[in-house]
């Protein structure tokens, strides 16, 4: 059973990815979500997603580059 952190913590990482989407920095992401600590929402973020927030911006930067080189052909 997921605890009441748990969930508060899956809900915050998913307004962080929304946040992320839009191009924001991870560190402003951090505070906008809630977290005063960026390592530790990235540890909370990794637990959540199996990736830090800086892998994960790199695989939105890369799934945009092919979209972008799929709509120009």
Not at 14 to 23: D, I, R
Request: hydrophobic content about 25%.
């Amino acid at each position: 059973m997921i605890d009441d952190i748990e969930l508060k913590h899956s809900k915050l990482i998913n307004k962080a990815k929304e946040y992320m989407s839009q191009g924001k920095r991870i560190y402003e992401i951090a505070q906008m979500v809630g977290f005063d600590d960026v390592s530790y929402f990235s540890r909370v973020f990794r637990k959540h997603e199996g990736c830090s927030p800086r892998e994960y911006e790199n695989r939105l930067r890369e799934e945009k580059r092919k979209q972008n080189e799929e709509n120009r052909d």
